[in-house]
């Protein structure tokens, strides 16, 4: 049996980035032969400041979410990471392990922080520790994530070699599953850049909630070139990131679908990939508003996602803390 696990954070949005870099990997790898974990970081949301009333409808947004793509919590252990404690107590194991310097080149840290160290949070700082706890704690073996946490879970391998060759083997090193398309959509006014829910500019992302129009005003203002053929053409990156988007969307290879659009320029190009894109989120929207229609449910699913998650979590936490001599 493979244990596979992602998380997301409940953070404002969810762009179609986190959706074919990390949702939708998870529901195709839901299986007999596999066990499940999906969650909400919530104690990761909190390390930039969060409103909590925003905070408590992120959370159920973001399961309503995972449920409207196909997570089946039958299948998938579908819960929120605060309700956990064992993922905080790990994590603070695990800082004592961690190494600043190994923190300190994290990318993602130096991106957020912008070389504004002393006044973000230290919780900012120390938060690939906590996602190194949240894998490690539940003997994983594959972690589908996008492009940008690759890093991070490298940083997880690296505790978990360190914790074993220390206190003897514990825990399982995990592997990261980064998808060949689909693992770092672009942002559309910056093809340089990753789609992004903290970028300073809506026209960055496509929020899975946009509607019809919004998606067409959004794709038409994406950054591509001056040049009139379409084509997939690594160089040409607001091309070639917009046809990725096309082929996620129609499950059609991006080869065909410029070949549809051989003789046409960038305008047909745009409507019929706003079109594609409304096509595959409107009902995946009415279906995200059913499940949010009914809180009752989603908080029981995630009542049950917890109790299931401890009871894995709290008999690892058992094994390490007999490991590190606190066991008496
Ligand atoms: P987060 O919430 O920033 O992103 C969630 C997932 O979406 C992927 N993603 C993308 N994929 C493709 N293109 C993009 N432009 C794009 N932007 C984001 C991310 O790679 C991620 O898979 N630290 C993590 C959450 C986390 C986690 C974990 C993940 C906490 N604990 C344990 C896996 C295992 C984060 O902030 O992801």
Not at 259 to 271: I, N, Q, R, T
Request: with cysteine.
């Amino acid at each position: 049996m493979n244990r596979i696990l992602t998380a997301l954070q409940p953070s404002g949005i969810l762009h179609i980035g986190n959706l074919f870099g990390a949702i939708e990997p998870m529901v195709g790898l839901q299986s007999d032969e596999n066990e499940n974990l999906l969650f909400a970081v919530d104690y990761h949301a909190i390390t930039v400041p969060q409103k909590p009333a925003e905070l408590r409808r992120n959370i159920l947004f973001a399961t309503a979410t995972y449920l409207a793509v196909g997570i089946d919590p039958t299948k998938t252990i579908l819960f929120q990471q605060s309700r956990v404690s064992e993922h905080t107590e790990l994590a603070w194991i695990l800082n004592c392990i961690a190494h600043m310097g190994e923190l300190e080149r994290m990318t993602q840290f130096k991106d957020k922080s912008q070389g504004n160290d002393l006044s973000v949070s230290v919780g900012l700082f120390d938060y690939p520790v906590l996602m190194a706890s949240d894998i490690l704690l539940y003997d994983t073996n594959v972690v589908p994530v996008g492009a940008d946490q690759k890093q991070h879970v490298e940083l997880a391998r690296d505790l978990a070699e360190r914790f074993n060759n220390r206190f003897g083997e514990t825990f399982v090193v995990p592997t990261p599953q980064i998808r060949k398309e689909g693992a770092r959509i672009m942002g559309l006014d910056d093809p340089e850049k990753k789609m992004s829910k903290s970028a300073t500019s809506e026209k960055n992302y496509i929020s899975i909630m946009d509607d019809e129009a919004t998606v067409l005003k959004k794709i038409k203002s994406a950054v591509t070139d001056s040049q009139s053929t379409i084509m997939y053409d690594e160089k040409r990156k607001g091309l070639a990131n917009l046809l990725t988007i096309y082929s996620l969307v129609t499950n059609t290879h991006v080869n065909q679908i410029a070949s549809e659009y051989e003789g046409k320029g960038y305008g047909d190009f745009k409507v019929g990939l706003a079109e594609a894109i409304s096509d595959y989120l409107t009902p995946l929207q009415e279906k995200i508003k059913g499940y949010l229609a009914n809180e009752d449910e989603l908080i029981n699913i995630l009542d049950q996602g917890a109790q299931r998650a401890k009871a894995i979590a709290s008999k690892k936490m058992e094994v390490v803390r007999q490991k590190i001599g606190v066991q008496l």
